[in-house]
């Protein structure tokens, strides 16, 4: 249908000329995402009109068609100016039942609205996706939303979050999100004022069925239950990505350390929980690995302290079975081959954090990916073994993937040089040692308790044949200089000498040494005060 025919129609159309004008170009426009671009000013114009008439009194089936056409037109960033207004986002946060502009108020439901019609219920829905548009593409939108409140709007109505029928929850769970992830300065507001992580986690526990057997302590979810419903997944997933961006500065205190612990414990219990199929529960697992990662390290003990469950003797009486859901989660990641950087680095980021604070995570964790050395003729990138696996990412070309994986690897071996090259070979493991100035061997900063030694029969008869740069025992090799004389040895170190000696003068290569400090120097500077040895042994 032409649109200049349709916005001459509109100007004098009743109601319904208008639905049918509308419809018939929603249908042709529904699967439509790329528009003509010598069509923006009557599309602009469209969007106008469109407005026009809701801002007018009419009947629902009226205002949902009006609506629809407004989202398909809100896919286009280009003619959103006639919506990104103060008077059409109060139109349209009027529609979402979300009282924009008015101070939030309490936005309990009213009888009326709680008894809504299906086609009252979606001129709500479909408001709320075009709000979600809007928000999402246009910086003008973004700031009136501030300017009106929306954000007060749609956390009063977190209040009532137990009446929501699915997609109401949905859109304004992700209006939400929206609005925190592009308007950073509303973050405080929101936790602050319209206290919206804890409505969140209220949410989550409706959502999610939570049910309290301790102060941080949830039920466990029944073996033989059903899968949790799509749609109660759907929303958890928007309510978990709305909380991490309120929780990307925690400002700390004593409420909010209990707030914490309580989301720390709702997130245990999601991660024992089964979506109905494995790509859904592998994305819920993915959620709570990031919002996990914003928590402060000291409540993670939550995951592991479960006194109505209970746990293993050898970890002090705590429950492990959160930390090997996560540590499957990361082999996982590892296996799947790609997009490491947001996949996998957040989840090998939260297990060395809780490692290096947590002692029964840390052996728990360690005796899953660094088990005590047996078989050591084989190289420690070579294997299907987790760590197997870890070591090979010691040399990933990301540098932020290569240096996470290494910092896992290290906390683990309590960031003793001897115990990290033990498992991994001096060559996997320079580049960390470069970074740390560690290069001449030591420690970290962090204080570990000191574990009992852990070292094979194995291990101990072939230690003195590992070769410490690839970390495992070699075969013989023959000696290339065994038969030469003294004259073509020294010809040959004189030759090589003559060749390093170019690169150098060239600034093709550059000698280094170590200082006393383990840290890179120029050869030169290095020769005159040689490092001192501070090795030490210290197995777990």
Same mark, same amino acid.
């Given at each position: 249908?032409?649109?200049?025919?349709?916005?001459?129609?509109?100007?004098?159309?009743?109601?319904?000329?208008?639905?049918?004008?509308?419809?018939?170009?929603?249908?042709?426009?529904?699967?439509?995402?790329?528009?003509?671009?010598?069509?923006?000013?009557?599309?602009?114009?469209?969007?106008?009109?469109?407005?026009?008439?809701? !801002?007018?009194?009419?009947?629902?089936?009226?205002?949902?068609?009006?609506?629809?056409?407004?989202?398909?037109?809100?896919?286009?960033?280009?003619?959103?100016?006639?919506?990104?207004?103060?008077?059409?986002?109060?139109?349209?946060?009027?529609?979402?039942?979300?009282?924009?502009?008015?101070?939030? !108020?309490?936005?309990?439901?009213?009888?009326?609205?709680?008894?809504?019609?299906?086609?009252?219920?979606?001129?709500?829905?479909?408001?709320?996706?075009?709000?979600?548009?809007?928000?999402?593409?246009?910086?003008?939108?973004?700031?009136?939303?501030?300017?009106?409140?929306?954000?007060?709007?749609?956390?009063?109505?977190?209040?009532?979050?137990?009446?929501?029928?699915?997609?109401? !929850?949905?859109?304004?769970?992700?209006?939400?999100?929206?609005?925190?992830?592009?308007?950073?300065?509303?973050?405080?507001?929101?936790?602050?004022?319209?206290?919206?992580?804890?409505?969140?986690?209220?949410?989550?526990?409706?959502?999610?069925?939570?049910?309290?057997?301790?102060?941080?302590?949830?039920?466990?979810?029944?073996?033989?239950?059903?899968?949790?419903?799509?749609?109660?997944?759907?929303?958890?997933?928007?309510?978990?990505?709305?909380?991490?961006?309120?929780?990307?500065?925690?400002?700390? !205190?004593?409420?909010?350390?209990?707030?914490?612990?309580?989301?720390?414990?709702?997130?245990?219990?999601?991660?024992?929980?089964?979506?109905?199929?494995?790509?859904?529960?592998?994305?819920?697992?993915?959620?709570?690995?990031?919002?996990?990662?914003?928590?402060?390290?000291?409540?993670?003990?939550?995951?592991?302290?479960?006194?109505?469950?209970?746990?293993?003797?050898?970890?002090?009486?705590?429950?492990?079975?959160?930390?090997?859901?996560?540590?499957?989660?990361?082999?996982?990641?590892?296996?799947?081959?790609? $997009?490491?950087?947001?996949?996998?680095?957040?989840?090998?980021?939260?297990?060395?954090?809780?490692?290096?604070?947590?002692?029964?995570?840390?052996?728990?964790?360690?005796?899953?990916?660094?088990?005590?050395?047996?078989?050591?003729?084989?190289?420690?990138?070579?294997?299907?073994?987790?760590?197997?696996?870890?070591?090979?990412?010691?040399?990933?070309?990301?540098?932020?993937?290569?240096?996470?994986?290494?910092?896992?690897?290290?906390?683990?071996?309590?960031?003793?040089?001897? $115990?990290?090259?033990?498992?991994?070979?001096?060559? $996997?493991?320079?580049?960390?040692?470069?970074?740390?100035?560690?290069?001449?061997?030591?420690?970290?900063?962090?204080?570990?308790?000191?574990?009992?030694?852990?070292?094979?029969?194995?291990?101990?008869?072939?230690?003195?044949?590992?070769?410490?740069?690839?970390?495992?025992?070699?075969?013989?090799?023959?000696?290339?200089?065994?038969?030469?004389?003294?004259?073509?040895?020294?010809?040959?170190?004189?030759?090589?000498?003559?060749?390093?000696?170019?690169?150098?003068?060239?600034?093709?290569?550059?000698?280094?040494?170590?200082?006393?400090?383990?840290?890179?120097?120029?050869?030169?500077?290095?020769?005159?005060?040689?490092?001192?040895?501070?090795?030490?042994?210290?197995?777990?």
């Amino acid at each position: 249908m032409d649109l200049n025919n349709i916005v001459s129609q509109l100007d004098s159309a009743n109601q319904e000329q208008i639905e049918t004008i509308l419809l018939q170009f929603n249908r042709e426009n529904s699967h439509t995402f790329t528009f003509n671009q010598r069509e923006e000013p009557l599309r602009s114009k469209l969007c106008q009109s469109v407005l026009t008439v809701l !801002g007018r009194q009419s009947q629902p089936s009226c205002q949902k068609t009006c609506l629809e056409t407004l989202r398909i037109l809100s896919r286009d960033k280009r003619v959103l100016a006639p919506v990104a207004t103060r008077e059409g986002m109060l139109i349209l946060g009027g529609m979402a039942k979300l009282h924009a502009g008015d101070g939030g !108020g309490d936005n309990q439901k009213t009888p009326q609205e709680e008894t809504q019609s299906e086609e009252e219920e979606r001129v709500v829905v479909e408001a709320l996706k075009c709000l979600c548009n809007i928000v999402y593409n246009s910086s003008a939108a973004q700031q009136v939303s501030v300017d009106v409140q929306l954000a007060h709007g749609l956390c009063a109505n977190l209040r009532v979050a137990r009446t929501w029928h699915h997609e109401v !929850g949905l859109f304004t769970l992700r209006l939400l999100f929206l609005l925190s992830a592009l308007r950073s300065d509303l973050r405080g507001s929101l936790r602050r004022e319209w206290q919206g992580v804890t409505l969140l986690t209220e949410v989550l526990e409706h959502t999610l069925d939570v049910h309290w057997v301790g102060p941080y302590e949830a039920a466990r979810p029944d073996p033989q239950a059903l899968p949790m419903p799509a749609e109660d997944n759907e929303r958890a997933m928007e309510a978990l990505k709305a909380m991490f961006n309120l929780t990307l500065s925690n400002a700390g !205190g004593e409420e909010d350390d209990h707030q914490f612990r309580l989301i720390a414990a709702i997130l245990r219990h999601l991660l024992m929980l089964k979506t109905e199929t494995e790509e859904k529960t592998e994305e819920a697992h993915s959620h709570a690995v990031n919002l996990l990662n914003n928590l402060p390290v000291s409540c993670l003990d939550v995951l592991i302290d479960v006194p109505v469950q209970g746990g293993q003797e050898k970890y002090g009486g705590r429950n492990m079975d959160a930390i090997q859901m996560l540590i499957d989660f990361m082999e996982k990641r590892i296996d799947k081959g790609s $997009n490491y950087k947001e996949g996998l680095t957040p989840v090998l980021s939260l297990l060395t954090e809780g490692s290096r604070h947590h002692r029964e995570i840390r052996r728990h964790i360690k005796a899953q990916v660094l088990p005590p050395l047996k078989d050591v003729k084989i190289r420690p990138e070579i294997g299907t073994a987790i760590r197997n696996k870890l070591v090979r990412l010691m040399t990933h070309v990301d540098m932020g993937v290569k240096q996470t994986a290494a910092e896992f690897l290290f906390v683990l071996c309590k960031e003793s040089v001897d $115990n990290l090259l033990k498992y991994t070979g001096y060559g $996997n493991a320079a580049g960390l040692l470069v970074a740390r100035g560690l290069l001449a061997g030591g420690r970290g900063d962090t204080q570990y308790s000191d574990d009992e030694n852990s070292d094979t029969e194995e291990y101990k008869s072939a230690k003195p044949f590992i070769n410490p740069i690839t970390g495992h025992v070699e075969e013989p090799m023959p000696n290339p200089i065994e038969e030469m004389t003294e004259e073509q040895k020294e010809y040959e170190a004189e030759k090589l000498v003559c060749m390093f000696d170019k690169l150098s003068r060239q600034n093709v290569i550059r000698p280094m040494g170590v200082r006393p400090d383990g840290t890179l120097a120029p050869l030169e500077e290095t020769l005159c005060d040689p490092p001192e040895d501070i090795s030490g042994s210290d197995s777990d």
